[in-house]
T-cell receptor, first 114, second 110 residues
């Protein structure tokens, strides 16, 4: 009965490869997010989708492309992986965007680029 | 200046101690404030929202000072299970992104 799930949990890959991370929420929420937490533990939003529509797109290289096939899923595809992409990527969801809606985070995907 | 600043710690305190964390934010137009908790190698979870009048949830008290643009979290009677990183979070306006501080690490020792 996991609320927000992500796969894979760990991902080790070489520079230049393309990889995808999948996220699913079974909470019936309208809004989903991708965050990146770097080695200094700084958690920064990358994208936000509301009912499959992109509403927040931070300054992220266009090698990162989110896709939301339906409001329960938000996937993240990364092209031409670089060393600096190594981080923990968290998916989150909330009932709607904004307050007072709590964001629920998935367990994270630890990406290591070698 | 960072949008949200916190002392990274760590704060090492004995069980039963009272500990306080402060957080400052740069955007005076910010409207909503939260404390999230993140355990080691886990995802962040909402601890509590911070209201203008201050609010309490058991051993945890959150305060907001808009004039000075800082938020505080007070933990009374610390438990070993309180050991975690506490993230200060600010939202400029409803529907806007959440901006996270880098967190303050708390270690409670027996």
């Amino acid at each position: 009965d996991t609320a927000v799930s992500q796969t894979p949990k760990y991902l080790v890959t070489q520079m230049g490869n393309d990889k995808s991370i999948k996220c699913e929420q079974n909470l019936g929420h309208d809004t989903m997010y991708w965050y990146k937490q770097d080695s200094k533990k700084f958690l920064k939003i990358m994208f936000s989708y509301n009912n499959k529509e992109l509403i927040i797109n931070e300054t992220v290289p266009n090698r990162f492309s989110p896709k939301s096939p339906d409001k329960a899923h938000l996937n993240l595809h990364i092209n031409s992986l670089e060393l600096g992409d190594s981080a923990v990527y968290f998916c989150a969801s909330s009932l709607k965007s904004g307050t007072p809606y709590e964001q629920y985070f998935g367990p994270g995907t630890r990406l290591t680029v070698t | 200046r960072k949008e949200v600043e916190q002392d990274p710690g760590p704060f090492n305190v004995p069980e039963g101690a009272t500990v306080a964390f402060n957080c400052t934010y740069s955007n005076s137009a910010s409207q909503s404030f939260f404390w999230y908790r993140q355990d080691c190698r886990k995802e962040p979870k909402l601890l509590m929202s911070v209201y203008s009048s201050g609010n309490e949830d058991g051993r945890f008290t959150a305060q907001l000072n808009r004039a000075s643009q800082y938020i505080s979290l007070l933990i009374r009677d610390s438990k070993l299970s309180d050991s975690a990183t506490y993230l200060c979070v600010v939202e400029k306006s409803s529907g806007d992104k959440l901006t996270f501080g880098t967190g303050t690490r708390l270690a409670v020792r027996p």
